[in-house]
C-alpha cells in the first residue's frame, strides 16, 4: 500500500507597490489625495451693523481686521490639467476695541465648504501652484460691551466668497526629508499657503452683512 502525503497548503502573498518617491510629482501621483491645511486670515466685515446699537463695524473697530484661525480638509482629484478639490473649511476669529468710547468685543465663527481648482501641473515639480476656490459658508457673531452688558448673538446663513492664493512648495529645501515623508506617511508636498478671501453680501437681506474686501491670509498646506 503507498504512503498517503497529506496535500501542502497554498498561500497568496500580495505585494502591494508603492511608486518611486525619486520620481518626478506628476509621475509619481494617483488620481485621488487628500489635502490638509491650516490658516490664520483676517476678517474686515465692514458694512457689520452691530446689533447692540446699530453702529458700523468701521465706527466700532476703526480700521482693525479680526484675525481668524482656520482650517481645511479637502478630497482631491488630480487630472492633466491640474486638479479639483472639494471640501469643509472652519475658521474661528475675534476683535476688540474702544476707539467708540465702548470696550466691545466681537467673535466670529465661519463654517463652510468649497471647490477649489490647483494648477499644480504646470510643472514636473510644483514648486509654485496658483489656485482659486469659491467658498460657501454660514457666519455666526457674537459681541458684547461694556456699556451695555450681555452677549449679541446674529447669524448669516448663506454667505459666498472667493480665495486667490499661491502655493510655494517647501520640499526642494530639504528634499531626502521630503522622500521619506512620502514614503513613510504618503506625504506629496508641504506648501506655505499666501492667498486672498473676500466675502460676498448674505443671500437674506435680513442676515447681518460679513461681506468684506479682499484680505490677507497665511497658511500651511499638507498634500497625501
Keep these: 500500500m ?33 489635502v490638509i491645511g491650516f490658516e490664520q486670515q483676517n476678517f474686515l466685515p465692514s458694512t457689520y451693523s452691530s446689533p447692540i446699537d446699530g453702529s458700523e463695524y468701521s465706527e466700532v473697530y476703526g480700521k482693525k481686521s479680526a484675525l481668524g484661525t482656520g482650517a481645511k480638509l479637502l478630497l482631491k482629484f488630480n487630472g492633466s490639467f491640474g486638479s479639483a478639490m472639494v471640501g469643509p473649511d472652519f475658521s474661528t476669529g475675534k476683535t476688540s476695541s474702544s476707539f467708540s468710547g465702548d470696550a466691545r468685543t466681537l467673535n466670529y465663527t465661519q463654517i463652510g465648504a468649497r471647490l477649489q481648482i490647483n494648477l499644480d501641473s504646470l510643472f514636473s515639480e510644483p514648486y509654485v501652484v496658483p489656485y482659486g476656490a469659491y467658498r460657501f459658508s454660514q457666519f455666526s457673531f457674537n459681541e458684547s460691551s461694556t456699556n451695555t452688558p450681555g452677549d449679541y448673538k446674529t447669524t448669516a446663513s448663506l454667505v459666498t466668497g472667493q480665495t486667490l492664493g499661491v502655493l510655494l512648495q517647501l520640499n526642494w529645501i530639504d528634499p531626502d526629508t521630503a522622500h521619506l515623508g512620502y514614503w513613510n506617511y504618503s506625504l506629496e508636498n508641504t506648501y506655505v499657503d499666501i492667498f486672498i478671501t473676500r466675502w460676498d453680501k448674505p443671500a437674506s437681506t435680513t442676515d447681518p452683512d460679513a461681506s468684506s474686501d479682499f484680505a490677507l491670509g497665511f497658511g500651511l498646506t499638507l498634500e497625501f
Design 2 to 34: 503507498a504512503a498517503e502525503f497529506p496535500e501542502e497548503e497554498t498561500q497568496t502573498v500580495t505585494i502591494i507597490e508603492k511608486k518611486d518617491p525619486y520620481k518626478d510629482y506628476l509621475l509619481r501621483r494617483t488620481n485621488w489625495g487628500w
